[in-house]
């Protein structure tokens, strides 16, 4: 099966007959790329693979409503960048401890069987975990993914300006952290 461009996925799920198999392709096509996202955001295996099952469910649902102005890719990573915030913040108020959730990130990642990094990847990731939730997913799309900042804009609604000055800032944050540590 080969990838489909987003007008053959949405015609395919108009059709009754091929509506099942246009999630099929949809989720072949974007899954890696996806799950990799919301991993970065939410750090744990198990936690990104509920994370992406909540994504495509909500896409699915709500694929009668896309209306093509975004490319499916976006609209997938907007869902995906949303749900786990969601996810997030579900966790922290969850949290009974004084320590805040990034916290319980970086423990996760230290324990991470799936954590493959050195030890100079390990102090990044947990560098990277001390910045607010918003740097951090603009840090992680554009130094790991080189995400252009047009592509930012429109997963995570925000002005290419905006999304420019958070990618500068975390940096900098970052590169304190990493010199100083």
Known sequence: MQDCTDQEIIDMFRNEESRNMSI????????????????K??????????VLQNTFIKAWKGMENFKGDAKIYTWLFRIGTNESITF????????????????HLSNSLSADSYFEGDAIQLKLQKAILTLPEKQRIVFNMRYYDETPYEEMSEILETSVGALKASYHIAAKKIEEILINR
């Open 88 to 103: 997030l913040r579900q966790k922290r108020s969850n949290l009974t401890s004084i320590h805040p959730i990034e916290y």
């Open 41 to 50: 955001i939410v750090i744990d295996h198990d936690d990104t693979d509920d």
């Open 24 to 39: 099929h392709i949809m989720i072949k096509q974007y899954q890696v790329r996806l799950y990799w996202h919301i991993r």
